[in-house]
């Protein structure tokens, strides 16, 4: 049996990450994805993001799933992002997958 490293790959994003950036924000994702087996995406801190974005690493996420690849992020959830998240109502429901993919395991308060 032949074991196989799997590989990484960080994807920068910009400091835009809303529904003007959501067709060029996917083809870096989808870039990260087809270059390695998992993913770091790292989501500027001072990131201007709506609905979009968040509609999107959902959907990169599920896309990696089914391709036997994993998406995660740089760093947790914050600022502009986290209010999204709150205001998107994703913080209501979210399972244990969900916790550790936007905050790192970190528990909500």
Known sequence: MTLQARTS??????????IRTVQST?????????AGDSVVVHVPDDADCDLSFVQLL??????AQTHDKVVTLF??????????????????????????????E????
Do not use: Y
């Open 9 to 18: 790959e960080t994807v920068v994003l910009p400091a835009s990450l809303t």
């Open 58 to 63: 959902e959907s990169t996420r599920m896309f």
């Open 26 to 34: 996917k083809d870096v994702l989808l870039a990260g994805l087809a």
């Open 75 to 104: 760093s947790p959830a914050t600022t502009g992002l986290l209010s999204i998240l709150e205001r998107g109502g994703f913080l209501t429901a979210m399972d244990p997958s969900d916790r550790f993919f936007w905050f790192h």
């Open 106 to 109: 970190r528990q909500m308060q």
